[in-house]
Each structure stands twice: as structure tokens, then as C-alpha cells.
């Protein structure tokens, strides 16, 4: 079992930056990937970015340039760096670990406004 704690949502002017982090508990060791995921309302859950133990990261196009994934492995915590944010990025984010099973936790999520 892994839990995961996000914070970092807000509320933020178009052109502005956020950073959200999300931590990780549990069986950690087994975590292979982590990533985020945004639900914007009415559409389905998409991946943003996503980061491996090793540290390879890729990224959808629509925020590429704009946003940094990065990882702490010490801490056990990874991070989505999002600058010059526009209003089509609000969305609730939601922190995803896949382990090497597979299997997949989930965040509860947190929400990202970005007004114009």
C-alpha cells in the first residue's frame, strides 16, 4: 500500500506559476513511476507528466516548456514545477505511483484555477 499527500493548488492569474508536490508513504521501495494526472470538469482524467525512479520524464505537448517534473528520491517526493500557466491548465491534479506490479495509487487530488 502507498498513501499520497499533495499540496501546492491555487488559485493563479494567467502567465503565473505554481508548484505542487505530492508525497509518498507506504511500500516505497516498489514505487516505479510517479506522475500527475489533471481532471478538468466535464473531461476525463489525462496524464500531465510523469517521472521514473531513474528520472526519466516525459510529458503531454500541451505543457511542454512550461512545466518541470522532478523527483526526491530522499524524500520521497516528487514535484510539477508549472509556469506561465493559462486558464485550459485548471483542473483538479491528482499525484499517481505505479509500482512495479503495476498496480496504482492515487492522490485525493488538488485544485489548480487559473483565471485570465
Known amino acids: 500500500q502507498v498513501q499520497l499527500v499533495e499540496s501546492g493548488g491555487g488559485l493563479v492569474q494567467a502567465g503565473g506559476s505554481l508548484r505542487l508536490s505530492c508525497t509518498a508513504s507506504g511500500s516505497i521501495s516498489s514505487i516505479y513511476t510517479m506522475g500527475w494526472y489533471r481532471q478538468a470538469p466535464g473531461k476525463q482524467r489525462g496524464l500531465v507528466s510523469s517521472?521514473?525512479?531513474?528520472?526519466?520524464?516525459n510529458y503531454v505537448d500541451s505543457v511542454k516548456g512550461r512545466f518541470t517534473i522532478s523527483r526526491d528520491n530522499a524524500k520521497n517526493t516528487v514535484y510539477l514545477q508549472m509556469n506561465s500557466l493559462k486558464p485550459e491548465d485548471t483542473a483538479v491534479y491528482y499525484c499517481n505511483a505505479r509500482m512495479v506490479s503495476d498496480d496504482n495509487y492515487w492522490g485525493r487530488g488538488t485544485q489548480v484555477t487559473v483565471s485570465s
Open positions: 517521472i521514473t525512479s531513474g528520472g526519466a520524464a
